[in-house]
Nanobody, 121 residues
Framework: VQLVEAGGGSVQAGGSLRLSCAAAGSISGVDDMGWFRQVSGKEREWVAAVGSSGNAYYANFVKGRFIISRDWIKNTLDLALNELKSEDTAMYFC????????????????WGQGTQVTVSS
């Protein structure tokens, strides 16, 4: 499985960005996909995910601000980042794995290379 992210960049606090992830390889509709982020020097943390059922799940710190969406035909996973805060600054990673492991243990089976999001206050 190959995951390629795009769409990161720099934005002022309160602004918006849209991240996209293109998946290729042995990925199917039963696979769960999600987004993680990592601040330099800190552990990677789960941000949001879409399960094979189509339900979306969010970490509390992004709930109401970020929107995750998945296109099963195109095999893409997008993340709309709204009302950005300086603490959202991080490297964002697309991932494929088990939904519960992503949400509870911050783990996944496959990772993209990451895209940087920088929010200035």
């Amino acid at each position: 499985v190959q995951l390629v992210e795009a769409g990161g960049g720099s934005v002022q606090a309160g602004g918006s960005l849209r991240l996209s992830c293109a998946a290729a390889g042995s990925i199917s509709g039963v696979d769960d996909m999600g987004w993680f982020r990592q601040v330099s020097g800190k552990e990677r943390e789960w941000v949001a995910a879409v399960g094979s059922s189509g339900n979306a799940y969010y970490a509390n710190f992004v709930k109401g601000r970020f929107i995750i969406s998945r296109d099963w035909i195109k095999n893409t996973l997008d993340l709309a980042l709204n009302e950005l805060k300086s603490e959202d600054t991080a490297m964002y990673f697309c991932a494929v794995g088990d939904l519960s492991r992503m949400m509870v243990r911050d783990e996944a089976d496959y990772w993209g290379q990451g895209t940087q999001v920088t929010v200035s206050s």
